[in-house]
């Protein structure tokens, strides 16, 4: 058991990005399932926390101010301890707003970090990963800050007046950011629709400027 534990850690160490991308899809499939149950806004809230943790301790290993980045997140998880403790759902927004600028902050690092040298390294291609989820949680918390300033941003098939869950927004982020459609979750006002163009830009320079240089240091070093 000691020889696993020190395996994990070391595998940890190498390989950061990976836990990080690991965390980040683990709660693709969580949010879904604990979102309407009671104890969701409690599972969610710490779920939440991990994941600024994680990308705290990821955005450390990179060129990134580390101080910046912790200054980002404890205020998001005080506010989230409070959402959860008091109730004070108000500072949604708030809060939303701060993980909306970590996750960016953080995807910024991720790429100066995969930009830094000409090897792709494994770490690094995992990082990949890492920073596609990364932009795609930045831009869904954008999301939650605009429709709590201008409801009625987005609209649905199914009951179109309802404000649109977090699960409905990570998907309109995943879809819009991959460029592979919007679905039934439809931007209907302005702000809202060039909030979403920004991201299908941003998804696309992403693919054409990080990605393919990654694949193309890949295949030169091969």
Do not use: C, N
């Not at 160490?13 to 899809?25: E, F, N, T, Y």
């Not at 912790?70 to 008091?86: K, T, Y």
């Amino acid at each position: 058991m000691h020889v696993r534990h020190r395996r994990f850690l070391v595998l940890t160490r190498r390989h950061p990005s990976a836990i990080l991308l690991l965390v980040q899809l683990v709660g693709l499939l969580l949010y879904p399932l604990l979102e309407s149950t009671r104890a969701g806004p409690l599972a969610l809230s710490a779920f939440g926390i991990t994941v600024l943790v994680f990308t705290t301790r990821m955005v450390r290993r990179t060129p990134g101010l580390f101080w910046l980045s912790v200054g980002l997140a404890l205020p998001a998880i005080v506010m989230l301890l409070l959402q959860v403790g008091w109730e004070m759902h108000w500072l949604r927004p708030w809060t939303a707003a701060l993980e909306a600028i970590f996750y960016f902050y953080a995807a910024g690092s991720l790429v100066a970090y995969m930009m830094s040298d000409m090897h792709a390294t494994t770490d690094e291609l995992f990082a990949a990963g890492a920073t596609f989820t990364l932009l795609a949680w930045g831009f869904a918390y954008s999301f939650v800050v605009l429709q709590a300033l201008q409801p009625g941003s987005f609209s649905a098939a199914i009951q179109s007046e309802q404000p649109r869950t977090w699960t409905e927004l990570m998907f309109l982020s995943f879809a819009l950011l991959s460029s592979t459609g919007i679905g039934d979750i439809i931007p209907v006002r302005p702000m809202a629709r060039a909030l979403a163009s920004m991201e299908m830009f941003v998804g696309v320079m992403y693919l054409a400027a990080v990605v393919s240089r990654l694949i193309g240091l890949t295949l030169l070093r091969r």
